[in-house]
Nanobody
Framework: QVQLVESGGGSVQAGGSLRLSCAAS???????????MGWFRQGPGKERKGVAT???????EYADSVKGRFTISKDNGKNTLYLQMSNLKVEDSDMYYC???????????????????????WGTGTRVTISS
């Protein structure tokens, strides 16, 4: 069974940086080169929103709020997804989830991947807290 495990969250001051990682296991072959993958965020009582996504060809999409500050990337050999977060703002604070799905473009995954019928596989999340 495929498992996605996030790491790298933590607490930093505004203006700082964090790098999230998502390791995929339980899959034979290159998971990250097969599925569209992405990072999503969710706050208490709020819907899950796309932050950044990347498809099997390496095409990327970003939420407007993170463009120019966050970079999504993947290492197919390590079956690992990354999110480099720079110039962090207080409003970036949230739980961040790694997800994977088939049949999505990066654009589709960003906008509908967080819905109930969206991405198929989800990690358990990592918390990001930004202080002023």
């Amino acid at each position: 069974q495929v498992q996605l495990v996030e790491s790298g969250g933590g607490s930093v001051q505004a203006g700082g940086s964090l790098r999230l990682s998502c390791a995929a296991s339980g899959y034979t072959g290159s998971y990250t080169s097969t599925y569209t993958m992405g990072w999503f965020r969710q706050g208490p009582g709020k819907e899950r929103k796309g932050v950044a996504t990347i498809d099997s060809d390496g095409n990327t999409e970003y939420a407007d709020s993170v463009k120019g500050r966050f970079t999504i990337s993947k290492d197919n050999g390590k079956n690992t997804l990354y999110l480099q977060m720079s110039n962090l703002k207080v409003e970036d604070s949230d739980m961040y989830y790694c997800a994977a799905g088939s049949g999505f473009t990066a654009f589709q995954a960003l906008h509908i991947g967080g819905l109930e019928s969206g991405m198929e596989y989800w990690g358990t999340g990592t918390r990001v807290t930004i202080s002023s």
